[in-house]
Structure formats: C-alpha cells, structure tokens
C-alpha cells in the first residue's frame, strides 16, 4: 500500500472503533474492483461485515447509498448500509460471503445460477419506477463517450494505431449505428455492470448484487447482454440464445418490449453488447494504462470474439470487421497481452 492508503485504512480503523465503538477483531482486504474502491472484510464477535473505502477526492458514495434502496425495494438483494461516514466515503455493509458468480460457475451450476440472475434482473427492471428513481439517463452523450474509450485509449494509446481516414469513418459509422440502436429500446433501470464478478452467490435471494452505484435509466437490453455475453467467462452461443429468448418472452408478459418481434429484439441485444464490449476493451487498455492494472489485459480476446462475431452477424459491420481483420486482431494475437 502506498502511504495515503496506510493513511486511509487507519482512518477508516478509527471510524469503526472510535466513532461506531465496534470490537473490531480483525480487519483483512476483502477485494478492490477496477475503481478507487476499496473494500474489508471486519470481524465483529464472530460476525463479518464488508467496509467500503471510497477516497471523497475520487469517489462518491451517495450514489451507492441511493441505488443500494431502490434495488432492495425492488426485492434485489443489494447489501444493507448498517453504517455511513459520507464525507470520510466509508460505509459498513452487510456481507455476502466470498462465493461469486464467476468462481461458482461450471456447466452444472450454470442454468440454476443463471436462472437466479435473470429473476433478479426482471425485478430490477420491473420494479424500479424509472420516473421517480432519480437516476441520470444513459444518453446519445454517455455512450459516445463510452464507445470513444475503445478508440483513445486500446486503439491510440495501447496498441499506438492510428486510423486512417477511411477506417475513423468506418468506426464513426459503427458509433451512430450502436447508439441508434441503444437509444430506440425501451428504457428501464440498468445497472450497468450485471456480471458475474458482481454478482455473489447467496443462501437466499441469490444473487447478492454488487457494484450498482453507476445505474443509470438506459435501453432494457443493456444488463441482459452483460450478464449472458461476460467479459469474464464465456457461454456456447446455443445457450445464450435459450436464455435470450427466455427473457424475452418474460419482457413481453411484463409489457416492457411492447410488439417489439424476437428478431428487433436479438438485433438490439447483439448492438448493445457490441456497444458494451468495446466500451470494456478501452477500459482495460487505460486499467493498465494510467492505473497499473495488468489484470483485465488477458480479458480482452474474449471479449473481442464477441465483437467480431457480432460483426460477422450484420452486413452493416462489415467494414469495421475488416479494419479489426487488418489492423487489430494480429497485435491481439500476439505478445502484446502478455
């Protein structure tokens, strides 16, 4: 740890046993994720709590704290706030254990964990009133801003490609064509990063869901591609249409795709995770880039095949599979990963 971190773990030490007057037993890193969060597992009388650190100068805990109630008046299981320290950024949470998705699927487990997901998202989308929800709207805006990540920072900065002017209208052309398509959808809560590392395994109302405080009012197939088409592990693409059609059929008995037909809505499912995908690619290029995180580099071919299959899948996109074909795939497939 650096020294303003040893400075923020006793800090966030003191408000636990001076402020809150805990019997702290022990205090052990618990995970961090790819923000400037931080979290502990506490031990108190044999009871284990989750502290988040979330340094005031980077991070923002209201918005946790906001979400964390509509979820659970929703019926989503998001951890209770047993404690806050907003202008410190500490929060005491309840603990969901150290079982997460990614770590607990396998071929066996899949459709029952799978099935839990998807009931807890179809309450999340249901059960959110997105007009009195206070959440900020994904708009034409943010996801371009999304979509330029792939291009400043994996396209320039990582791989050091500059494209030429054929290919930069190519890739504005795949821009337009991703956020038309995102902002035709009907709009519900989305939580923004529905997967598996944020998702925990639980003994009741599985899953625990974690990392919420993004949410945003956004296209109703955002949350459903991130959990079926997981930057962190990947699914025999039969099976991910079984679940697709699956959930689309429960939006319809629901009233949120209106006469939408399965065809408009696997085309809106297949754009939005392509959105998501590359997106996620420039956010593991700067991970690396500006914060040292090595980690997520070896995620990105996975979740590059998933782009160039969507690719492959519409005419429109064949421009821009030919500029990854030429320019992108052979770096990606090379040592620069490693």
Same mark, same amino acid.
């Given at each position: 740890?650096?020294?303003?971190?040893?400075?923020?773990?006793?800090?966030?030490?003191?408000?636990?046993?001076?402020?809150?007057r805990l019997a702290v037993e022990a205090v052990e890193p618990a995970s961090s994720d790819a923000s400037f969060r931080r979290y502990f597992r506490v031990?108190?009388?044999?009871?284990?709590?989750?502290?988040?650190?979330?340094?005031?100068?980077?991070?923002?805990?209201?918005?946790?704290?906001?979400?964390?109630?509509?979820?659970?008046?929703?019926?989503?299981?998001?951890?209770?706030?047993?404690?806050?320290?907003?202008?410190?950024?500490?929060?005491?949470?309840?603990?969901?254990?150290?079982?997460?998705?990614?770590?607990?699927?396998?071929?066996?487990?899949?459709?029952?964990?799978?099935?839990?997901?998807?009931?807890?998202?179809?309450?999340?989308?249901?059960?959110?009133?997105?007009?009195?929800?206070?959440?900020?709207?994904?708009?034409?805006?943010?996801?371009? !801003?999304?979509? =330029?990540? @792939? $291009?400043? #920072? /994996?396209?320039?900065?990582?791989?050091?490609?500059?494209?030429? *002017?054929?290919?930069?209208?190519?890739?504005?052309?795949?821009?337009?064509?991703?956020?038309?398509?995102?902002?035709?959808?009907?709009?519900?809560?989305?939580?923004?990063?529905?997967?598996?590392?944020?998702?925990?395994?639980?003994?009741?109302?599985?899953?625990?869901?974690?990392?919420?405080?993004?949410?945003?009012?956004?296209?109703?197939?955002?949350?459903?591609?991130?959990?079926?088409?997981?930057?962190?592990?990947?699914?025999?693409?039969?099976?991910?249409?079984?679940?697709?059609?699956?959930?689309?059929?429960?939006?319809?008995?629901?009233?949120?795709?209106?006469? !939408?037909?399965? =065809?408009? @809505? $696997?085309? #809106? /499912?297949?754009?939005?995770?392509?959105?998501?995908?590359?997106? *996620?690619?420039?956010?593991?290029?700067?991970?690396?880039?500006?914060?040292?995180?090595?980690?997520?580099?070896?995620?990105?071919?996975?979740?590059?095949?998933?782009?160039?299959?969507?690719?492959?899948?519409?005419?429109?996109?064949?421009?821009?599979?030919?500029?990854?074909?030429?320019?992108?795939?052979?770096?990606?497939?090379?040592?620069?990963?490693?």
């Open positions: 740890m650096t020294i303003q971190q040893d400075d923020r773990l006793e800090a966030l030490s003191g408000w636990l046993r001076e402020t809150l031990y108190l009388d044999g009871i284990s709590c989750i502290v988040m650190d979330a340094p005031p100068a980077k991070e923002n805990v209201r918005p946790f704290i906001g979400v964390a109630a509509l979820l659970r008046d929703a019926g989503v299981q998001a951890p209770e706030i047993l404690a806050a320290d907003e202008e410190q950024g500490f929060l005491l949470l309840s603990d969901f254990g150290t079982r997460s998705y990614l770590d607990c699927l396998n071929a066996i487990s899949v459709d029952r964990l799978y099935g839990d997901a998807l009931d807890a998202l179809t309450r999340l989308q249901c059960g959110v009133d997105i007009e009195t929800a206070g959440l900020p709207v994904y708009d034409e805006r943010l996801l371009g !801003v999304e979509l =330029d990540l @792939f $291009r400043d #920072w /994996f396209l320039d900065q990582f791989l050091g490609l500059v494209p030429e *002017a054929a290919e930069s209208v190519v890739f504005d052309d795949v821009k337009r064509l991703l956020i038309a398509s995102a902002l035709e959808q009907p709009k519900v809560c989305v939580h923004r990063d529905y997967h598996s590392r944020n998702l925990m395994v639980t003994e009741r109302l599985n899953p625990g869901v974690l990392d919420f405080q993004d949410a945003v009012i956004g296209p109703v197939t955002y949350d459903l591609a991130s959990l079926l088409r997981d930057c962190y592990v990947s699914w025999p693409l039969p099976m991910v249409e079984v679940w697709m059609a699956g959930y689309y059929t429960r939006l319809c008995e629901a009233g949120l795709v209106g006469s !939408v037909s399965p =065809d408009t @809505f $696997r085309r #809106w /499912f297949d754009l939005m995770g392509m959105q998501r995908h590359l997106k *996620a690619i420039g956010i593991f290029s700067r991970l690396k880039l500006r914060d040292g995180k090595f980690g997520y580099l070896k995620d990105i071919p996975r979740t590059m095949s998933y782009v160039t299959e969507v690719c492959g899948r519409y005419p429109e996109l064949a421009g821009f599979l030919r500029f990854l074909e030429k320019r992108v795939l052979p770096q990606i497939i090379s040592d620069r990963l490693v």
